[in-house]
């Protein structure tokens, strides 16, 4: 092994403790809080250790692919219940993301590029997902989502790579991981429309492609298959599994567009893309409002990136088309373009809490092998000038980049971490009822009185806790005490609750208990 390729090889293992550092840093405390739709996946995870029916797909809170709540109950069961164990599966896939993104793109441009640019690329993209802000983001919450981006890097690194060199491994290895992609997160139905176009791309760039390939094809088919039955069994079985919260928040939906649905898509899709580079995601749990997703550096490169890519198909599509060239070059754009719409499109279909990041996860990889491709192109015009010229303006690149790691670090773990807005979209208060509850004795009866997705989260981190008791603010009325040692927690403040309590103990005195984030709950005692 050469001295240059040990040299990329340290740098790759840099930039992925880099990564997963920035993603495993301070995860018991920020996000600030856990929010209840993390604390679902903990609840079932929990229920699936203790009886032991670990689900292909669990049908609580609108339904979700039961892989990510396996791996989850997983960590519980060797690793005890606690926040670190609950977001570690998302830490874990947003890091080998960084792996796998690195793989991909390094194998996506060997036969094009020389190693040398080719590596240059692979790590400047590996780079940007493991600093990236968004990235960050997701990788320290537990969704499920996670996984996707994971899923399908690896997928198509073993499929690209069967195609250069015809091993029936890759193909196999690619049409399992592939297939899993269906335990992942709902939006990977749509991914198969992504092979469905690159087949087509392939029997136009690639003489005798089916002749050639028809047996590999075959293997990824069969393989891809094994690994879908499982869920698609679930989906027989289950009909009502299938049709997820989607359908009702749809852009194509009457009740959606009312009557316009080519306005409310083309609604929905500029949203989707001004995401990237002028105004992101609003919510507070996928982004830090109202900046877009993507810092300067690499938003303004993901533009470039995918401009270039954009002219360089047209003009091969062109040439194949007017002058029967076959270039395979060709297929390489056609992935990137149809990779990025394609997966962009679960969110621009959608018509709910635009722009949202989230859904469009799955372009999150493709987004920054654009952003890549621009960089690259910096430095190969940089290598035209002078030795010395040359050496400056590479420094300047170098530290430019350095720049954007540092600043999305900064920006996450300091002035995100540190703002309400984000403590109240995790709903923190419930974590700090969370907390309260540890320090009182075990014989003290415990009232929290919490609606039903409110409560999971102080449940879950208090499991089997004893004398712990829920109530819905609806039914107070129903709060009787077995004996004089008790406290009654209430999540929000609600005063007519309140009153009711107070009038009915007449002996608790009411206090609220405020956090530093100026969050509060509330106890009568």
Same mark, same amino acid.
């Given at each position: 092994?050469t001295?240059k390729?040990i040299g ?12 997963f550092?920035l993603r495993f840093?301070n995860?018991e405390n920020?996000p600030p809080?856990v929010?209840?739709?993390e ?7 929990i229920t699936?250790?203790e009886?032991g029916?670990y689900?292909m797909?669990?049908?609580?809170n ?5 892989l ?6 997983f960590c519980?069961?060797?690793f005890?219940?606690?926040v670190?164990t609950?977001?570690?599966?998302a ?18 441009f060997?036969p ?10 692979a790590i ?8 990236s802000?968004?990235a960050i983001?997701?990788s ?5 989502a ?5 899923d ?13 060199t015809?091993?029936?491994?890759d193909f $196999? %290895?690619g /049409?399992l991981? =592939?297939?899993? +992609?269906i335990?992942t997160?709902i939006?990977?139905r749509?991914a198969p429309a992504?092979l ?6 392939f029997?136009i ?7 050639n390939y ?11 298959t ?6 698609l069994y679930?989906?027989?079985?289950h ?7 989607s359908?009702?928040i749809s852009?194509l939906?009457?009740?959606v567009n009312?009557g316009?649905?080519l ?11 001004v995401?990237?580079?002028f ?6 749990r996928h982004n830090f ?6 810092? $300067? %550096?690499? /938003?303004?490169? =993901?533009l470039? +990136?995918?401009i270039?890519c ?13 002058q029967?060239?076959r270039?395979e ?7 990137l ?5 394609i997966m962009l499109s679960p ?12 859904r469009a ?5 493709v987004v920054f092998?654009?952003?890549a491709?621009?960089?690259d192109y ?10 010395t010229?040359k050496?400056?303006?590479s ?5 430019i980049?350095i ?9 996450y ?9 984000a403590?109240?979209? =995790?709903?923190?208060?419930?974590m700090?009822?969370?907390a ?13 009185i919490?609606?039903n997705?409110q409560?999971i989260p102080?449940q879950?981190f208090?499991w ?6 829920f ?15 008790f406290?009654?927690?209430?999540t929000?403040k609600?005063d007519e609750?309140?009153?009711y309590?107070e ?7 009411f206090?609220e208990i405020?956090?530093s ?9």
């Open positions: 092994m001295k390729k990329i090889y340290i740098l790759l293992f840099a930039i992925i403790v880099a990564g550092s840093f995860i920020t809080g929010y209840p739709d604390a679902v996946n903990a609840f079932d995870a699936a250790n009886t029916h689900q797909f669990y049908p609580a609108n339904g979700r692919e039961g990510f709540m396996n791996l989850i109950a519980f069961k060797f005890g219940i606690s670190l609950l977001r570690l599966p830490i874990l896939s947003g890091t080998l993301t960084i792996l796998g993104i690195y793989l991909l793109t390094k194998e996506l060997t094009f590029f020389t190693e040398n640019r080719r590596e240059r690329i400047i993209a590996a780079y940007f997902v493991a600093v802000y968004w983001n997701f320290r919450i537990s969704f499920r996670n996984l996707l981006p994971l399908l890097v690896f997928a198509f690194y073993f499929l690209f790579k069967g195609v250069r015809k091993r029936y491994s $196999i %290895i /049409g991981i =592939f297939g899993i +992609g335990h997160y939006a990977f749509i992504i469905v176009v690159m087949l087509i791309s029997i760039s690639r003489e005798n492609f089916l002749k028809w047996k590999q094809i075959l293997v990824f088919a069969i393989f891809t094994i690994a879908v039955l499982p869920m679930t989906f027989y079985v009909p009502e599994y299938f049709v997820s919260r359908a009702s852009v939906s009457p009740e009312n316009h649905p306005q409310a898509l083309l609604r929905s899709f500029g949203l989707s893309l995401m990237f580079n105004w992101g995601d609003q919510n507070w409002p109202p900046y877009p997703n993507l810092d $300067i %550096i690499s /938003g303004t490169a =993901f470039f +990136g995918i270039y954009f002219i360089r198909l047209f003009h091969l599509f062109f040439l194949r088309i007017k029967k060239i270039n070059k060709m297929d390489l754009y056609v992935f373009i149809v990779w990025f719409f969110e621009f279909l959608t018509s709910e809490g635009l722009p949202h990041s989230l996860i799955g372009v999150l990889p092998i654009f952003s491709i621009a960089i910096i430095f190969e015009h940089i290598q035209k000038y002078t030795p010229m050496k400056t303006l420094s300047i690149t170098i530290l980049l720049s954007v790691g540092i600043f999305n670090g900064i920006k773990h300091v002035f995100w971490a540190n703002r309400t807005e403590a109240d979209a =995790f709903e923190k208060p419930l700090d009822v969370s309260y509850l540890k320090t009182l004795p075990p014989e003290k009866e415990k009232f929290v919490a609606e997705m409560r102080i879950v208090n089997r806790m004893p004398n712990l008791n109530v819905y603010s609806g039914q107070v009325e129903y709060l009787e005490p077995k004996t004089n040692n406290i009654i927690i209430f929000d609600n609750a309140i009153n309590l009038n009915k103990f007449p002996a608790l005195h206090s405020k956090d984030f100026g969050l509060s709950f509330y106890i009568l005692q």
